[in-house]
């Protein structure tokens, strides 16, 4: 795999995904030749997954996305098992449309409060 750019997950409208690995990490391959990468980086004190994937993720393959958007909150109050109670805790919702449906893959990540929850789209080069 080559290196990766930082990109809006909105660059997938008008694009036509024919595959996506899920492997702990999700990788949209695109009919064009691109492929972009949906991944947080573990680091020491944090934990950054997917949470849960709502909707059919097959309906995003083969046909145009219409609409993919990233919405962050960290006050989302739905709860959510842990051993403890984190310092800082954030959810990553990512939006997804096409003519067969909707998804939405939701990322939870919780830390000390000193390192990143968030969640990273990159483009792979």
Known sequence: ?????????????????????????????????????????????ESVAIESIDGDILDLIGVPIVMAEEIADDSYEESHKSDYEPDSC?????????????????????????YSESVDFEKIS
Do not use: P
């Open 1 to 45: 795999m080559g290196y990766l750019d930082r990109c809006e997950v909105s660059v997938l409208i008008g694009k036509t995904i024919t595959e996506i690995e899920n492997n702990r990490d999700l990788i949209f391959k695109c009919d064009d030749g691109a492929e972009y990468k949906m991944y947080h980086d573990q680091y020491c004190c």
């Open 90 to 114: 954030t959810w990553t919702f990512y939006k997804f449309a096409t003519v067969k449906g909707y998804v939405t893959i939701r990322w939870y990540g919780e830390s000390n409060g000193y």
